[in-house]
Each structure stands twice: as C-alpha cells, then as structure tokens.
C-alpha cells in the first residue's frame, strides 16, 4: 500500500470580479485546426477580423479563406460572393467597403463564424497562476461558433429566377429507386363560370409592436421571434481588431521591457505633482494677486475629471500592489495617489486664505503638531472610497472618520468653488454628482444642527471638525447649482464659523 500524499506546496488563491462582464468562453465545434490565418492568406496582409452587436450578444469572426488553386475554386467564389453581398444588403450587415479595381466582381473571401450564446452549467472561471498565486476570473458568458451560410439561401434563389422558377419552396428529396413510382395525378377539369354571388369579407385587425405590423393571426411566440429578428437586424455592428494568442504574448514581453521606463515616467510625473502642490502649502497668499503664477495649473488640478483619474489610477496600482504583499500581512497599503490627494488637501487649504472663505492656523502651529496633521490626512486619503461620487458622500457619512470627511470636504471645496474664484469658468457637475452632493452636505448639515440642539460649547468641539463645517457652509453658499432645503436657523449654521 503507497503511502499519503504529502503536501508539496500551498497556493493563495486571488478571486476578483475586475474582468467582469467583459471575460467570455469561446467554443467552436467544428473547427479541426487552430483559428488563425491560412498562409497563401497572411501573405497577401489579411487578417482575422471580429465585430459585435452587444445589445443581441451576436459575434462574428471573419476567417480569411485559403486561396490556393489546387484547394480553392476562384469561379465559384465569385457566384458565392455576389450572394453574400446581396445577403448583406437585404439582412443590414454590409461590411466596410473595400476597395475594388474597375470592372472586378465581388468574391467569397472569408469564412464567417457566428456565435450562439449557450447557456453555462455552473460557474466557469478562468485561472492564471502567476508569481506563485492562483488568480481566479469568473467568466460571464459562453458562446458557440459555427459557420453561417445565409448567403448559399440568395444563391440559390437567383439561380431559380434565372431558369425562370420564381417558387422559393424545396424541390424535396430526390426520389427512392426502389419504390414504385407514383401515378400522375389526375388534371383538375376547368368549372363553367357561373352566376356570380355575394361574398362577405371580415377586416382582421393588425397589431403593431416596436414599430413592426403584424397579421392578428399569427401567434405571441412568433411575433416574439420576428421582434427579435428585425431588433438584431436593425443594430449595427461594432468592428473590433482581432487578438490572438501569439499577439497576447508579444505584447505581454513588449510590455514587460518597457515595465522600466513606464516606471520612471510615473515616478517623474509624481515628483514633479507632488513638489508643484509643496510649493503651494509652503507660500503665504492674502489675495488673489499673490496666487498669479500657480492658479492655471492648480486650477487644472482641482477639476472633476483630474480627481475621477486619480481615484482611477489608485485602484489599479493599488492591485498591483497587492499582488507584491504576502497574503498574511496586515499592513496598509499607500499608493502614491494617496500621498498626492492627501497633499492636495493641504494645498487647498493654504491657498484658501487668499479668498477669505476659509482660513486655517495650521501655519502657526508647532512643527510636530503640523506633522501629525499631516500623517493624519494621510491616514484619511487612504479610508476615501474609489469612486468620485462615494468621496463626495463621505462628507456627510457618519461613519467616515473626521480626518476623512475633513478630506472629502477640502477636495470637493476645491473643486466646485475654488476652481471658479481660480479660472472664472464653474467647474461643470454631472446630475449624479449634484445629488450626492446635495444628499452629503444636507446630512452635514443635520449633524451640524444637532449639535447645536444639545447645546454643545463650540470651545468643545474641535478645531479640525470646525474647519470642517465652515468648508461644508461654504459649499452650501457658494455651490450655486445645489438646491439645500435650509429651514435652520441662522444660529444653528453659525456654530461651524466659530
């Protein structure tokens, strides 16, 4: 009797939804060899090509045929490719058009692999197992190819019409030789016309759907079926550029050899944000005029879309990040961008001073106090959630820490109020933003309210949160574009400007 297996190794395995929706399984039944290019085809520069209607789920992959005389028949491909032409026209799915020399008929040039999506038994995931861990995507969806050959239905009705057979229906199978063949059957004898008589005719009422008519006799399923017909039929098709797995791979090791200098120039552009932004915490402003040189470039950074590209920026390299951590430790991890939003903040409100909304005494504060406020900023860029809008609910959640809604207040300050006292151009709010904002500072508002009901000193409450709230009323008289419902009383708005 062999003995038990020993334990060789232990994998971390890495589950994550970031591939989600757009990670699908690939089958195709039929096809013997690999999916790439015939040589005669990739001599000549053709390529695969693939197009999608996402709204139906419907892909298609175009195969380059094999051209070769001893494999292919030119002759025939030019019947077959006027087909697919006419096919295309009548169906709504015309390619680009190619050039062609004068006088030159359209030919059967590709094989066309349309997809069915099946129905997936269970979950399917999609493991890559890299640096010593197992990562895990799920795969969303399944699709099928086969080859569609709608094109051979318009060959053969031109081929009728041309014998002069109009009829579209099948002529059958031919018939058995060993059976008996069948009497002719019999001629129908012309009746004498007769008198004429009184018909009665019913009207039957159509139904339309989606824009489409429809006799009222025909059944729920089918007009379903048509609906669905004529709604992919209508859609156009997205082109999308072919990768293969030859591609993945020099691109991976295209990649990798630049991994170097891509590092060094985010490690540039990093330094020189980071020093533009020290440059601001460390000058004194009392007007306007003080800021001339530094307000087109912090004006450029405080916008909407510089934040929602940070934000960005932080989840991807934070992933990359993770993938470096041992998977039993327990420490935080700071990405750069952190650094950047926690600077920031403190630009914001250093330059603040010369509008005279807010003003702060961090200047005159002890080195190791300032410090301390600094790490604690830090410590509240890294709690901000990775979205723009969650950052802007963050102002009036409860449950955000004081140093994170302190952050989240600053950063939308700057963006929505001091960016238009910078440029004079009103830094442009989505809907979405607006109510978050709304929500945010209506709740900030509350609490600011309760505190007041409770009769809480203002000496008591502290500094930070003060600040907090002076930028939070400041918002509220400045934020134009916001609608508050504002039914306290002047007294209970005072507190946060003592």
Known sequence: MEGEDRLVSVIPVHLTNALEPNLHLHQYPLLTRPLEVPPSAAASGKRIRARVKPKVKRLEVHVPVDTRPEVWNAERSKELGAARVEDDKEKNQELAKVK???GEEPRLTEVRMRSEQVPQMGVYVLGVLREGR????????????????????????????TRGDDSDEDDGPPPDPDEPVPAPAPKKEKKPPGDAKEVQVAIRKTGEVSGLQFQGGMTQVRRDMLTMIHAEE?????DYEYCGGEWIYALWNKLHLQDERLHKTIQNIYERLLGFLELV?????????????????????????????????????????????AASSAGVTICWVDVVLARLGQSIVCAAGMFGDVKSEDANQPEALRAQKEDDMLRAAIQLPGKWRDVVGVIGSKYASPAAARLASTLAWGVYVMTEKLSGNRSVMTQEIKAY??????????QVGLKRTQRVDAHMVAESERFTDAIVVSLCLNSTPITLNLRADRNRMQLSLI
């Open 100 to 102: 062609q020399r004068e």
């Open 234 to 238: 209508d859609e156009q098709w997205d």
């Open 281 to 325: 915490s460390a000058a004194q402003y009392e007007s306007p005029v003080d800021a001339i040189g530094i307000q087109p470039a912090l004006s450029a950074i405080l916008s909407e879309s510089t934040l929602i590209l940070l934000l960005e920026f932080r989840v991807l390299f934070r992933n990359i990040a993770s993938r470096h951590v």
């Open 134 to 161: 197992l990562h895990l995507h799920p795969i969303s969806e399944t699709h099928q190819f086969r080859p569609t050959l709608t094109y051979m239905d318009m060959h053969t009705r031109k081929t009728r019409r």
């Open 437 to 446: 904002l709304s929500e945010a500072l209506q709740r900030r508002l509350k």
